[in-house]
């Protein structure tokens, strides 16, 4: 990432934590704690006062031919050998026979469209892009793929064909996949 959009995303976070802390103090001072009801559950709520702030490092050994994959271009998924099930994000074992003997086949890159939105209340991480839409597509080998959707929003149909991108997402800069009107 650069250091642009470093900037916006902590700026936006601080926005972010800024209100949220406002609103702590606002509870605090009125009630004397920082506990609310959950408006859905009625259930008491205790918000902590302190910032926390993660960043996540996942081990991507078990799948490293998924990421091979994305480097060279292709989506890759899994299908457990015993029983024939396909996974796609793609798993390392089989859920179903606990095994880990896996073949890993390149998705085939068009679907048809099933539904999608458009997102415009982002979260903190993504406060850097403008609208995006999610969707999710039925894909012919059998499973389906939710990511991002790179089209006008007044242009989409369901059962519309989408082709997958695996590129740099402008943003991150780092290799994703998407899909696009095919
Ligand atoms: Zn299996």
Redesign the pocket.
């Known amino acids: 990432m650069s250091d642009n959009v470093v900037n916006l995303i902590n700026k936006g976070l601080e926005k972010l934590y800024g209100e949220s802390l406002k609103q702590l103090e606002a509870l605090i001072t009125a009630t004397g704690l920082p506990v609310y009801k959950d408006p859905k559950s009625g259930a008491l709520l205790w918000v902590d006062v302190r910032e926390m702030r993660l960043r996540f490092t996942l081990s991507v050994n078990k799948i490293a031919k998924f990421i091979d994959g994305l480097r060279e271009g292709k989506l890759m998924y899994t299908v ?1 050998k ?2 024939g ?1 396909k996974y796609f994000p793609p798993q390392a074992d ?1 859920p ?2 606990k ?1 880990s003997d896996m073949e890993w086949r390149e998705v085939s890159p068009v679907g048809e469209l099933i539904t999608w939105t458009v997102i415009n209340v982002k979260p903190a991480s993504f406060s850097h892009h403008s609208d995006y839409i999610v969707g999710i597509v039925k894909m012919p080998d059998g499973f389906n793929i939710t990511a991002w959707i790179e089209a006008d929003p007044k242009t989409l149909k369901p059962g519309m064909k989408m082709r997958l991108v695996v590129d740099r997402r402008p943003g991150e800069n780092y290799i994703t996949y998407w899909f696009r009107p095919a």
Do not use: M, P
Request: aromatic share 0%; glycine share 0%; with cysteine.
């Open positions: 457990c015993r029983c099930s089989c179903k026979c095994t």
